[in-house]
T-cell receptor, first 112, second 117 residues
Framework: SQQGEEDPQALSIQEGENATMNCSYKTSINNLQWYRQNSGRGLVHLILIRSNEREKHSGRLRVTLDTSKKSSSLLITASRAADTASYFCATAGYQGAQKLVFGQGTRLTINP | DTGVSQNPRHKITKRGQNVTFRCDPISEHNRLYWYRQTLGQGPEFLTYFQNEAQLEKSRLLSDRFSAERPKGSFSTLEIQRTEQGDSAMYLC???????????????FGDGTRLSIL
């Protein structure tokens, strides 16, 4: 079963705009990770944020985590056509947990 | 770094047949995972190995499913007596052992897409 929900399910924006995706989860976590998946391909790890962190940056990506609200957001700035993909959040439930529980994903389309 | 390799990429079979998939993880990774992904959904965890030991199995892994990692390197996932509901993408991932309890990102292969006729 899925851990949580992602919002929106689909997002279409113009190249150069910022894209924001949200993820909510249900149980306490050790860390939360974001992955990207291009059509027909495997998942690519983007960023990991631990439960004691509130914000993390990597290039054009910014992730926030609010454990009191059990939610996270992924911001992609200055979007490019190559950012078109599905984006998934995944949670690890406790220290040492190896199983990742994924959300349903947000399908992002960047229009040139 | 040659990445995680999965074979075959596509498998079409008739209901009731047995199928086997192979995963070759990144060579220095001792953790290996199997997930199943259906269309429009996120991956669902099936099982996890540390070296050759299978340490966790999901309830999704029915009696018809078996996974092995005999020498702690490549892994196979077998589905016996396939059913229509087994149609999905089967993803393999690997990760290194982290110091302490911190989790490491998982590196995914491109999956095996299974279609049951």
């Amino acid at each position: 079963s899925q851990q949580g929900e992602e919002d929106p399910q689909a997002l279409s924006i113009q190249e150069g705009e910022n894209a924001t995706m949200n993820c909510s989860y249900k149980t306490s976590i050790n860390n939360l990770q974001w992955y990207r998946q291009n059509s027909g391909r495997g998942l690519v790890h983007l960023i990991l944020i631990r439960s004691n962190e509130r914000e993390k940056h990597s290039g054009r990506l910014r992730v926030t985590l609010d454990t009191s609200k059990k939610s996270s957001s992924l911001l992609i700035t200055a979007s490019r056509a190559a950012d078109t993909a599905s984006y998934f959040c995944a949670t690890a439930g406790y220290q040492g947990a190896q199983k990742l529980v994924f959300g349903q994903g947000t399908r992002l389309t960047i229009n040139p | 770094d040659t990445g995680v390799s999965q074979n075959p990429r596509h498998k079409i079979t008739k209901r009731g047949q047995n199928v086997t998939f192979r995963c070759d993880p990144i060579s220095e990774h001792n953790r290996l995972y199997w997930y199943r992904q259906t269309l429009g959904q996120g991956p669902e965890f099936l099982t996890y190995f540390q070296n050759e030991a299978q340490l966790e199995k999901s309830r999704l892994l029915s009696d018809r499913f078996s996974a092995e990692r005999p020498k702690g390197s490549f892994s196979t996932l077998e589905i016996q007596r396939t059913e229509q509901g087994d149609s999905a993408m089967y993803l393999c991932a690997s990760s290194p052992t982290a110091g302490g309890y911190s989790n490491q990102p998982q590196h995914f292969g491109d999956g095996t897409r299974l279609s049951i006729l």
